[in-house]
């Protein structure tokens, strides 16, 4: 079975927010973080760390 990755982070990220309960504040920085890091001159070293 093949599962679209939008749909996996969705799942995901709803869970953990339902179950974990974390702050808002927190959820908008990881969200910023990531956007703002994968347009930078580190995403290549990130992408290579990921992989």
Sequence with gaps: ???P???ALLVVG????KL???PAWLIA???LGGFL???SVLAPA???LVK
């Design 20 to 22: 974990i309960r974390p």
């Design 46 to 48: 990130l992408n290579a």
């Design 1 to 3: 079975m093949q599962v």
């Design 37 to 39: 890091l994968a347009d």
């Design 29 to 31: 920085v990881i969200l």
């Design 14 to 17: 709803y869970l953990g927010v």
């Design 5 to 7: 990755l939008w749909l």
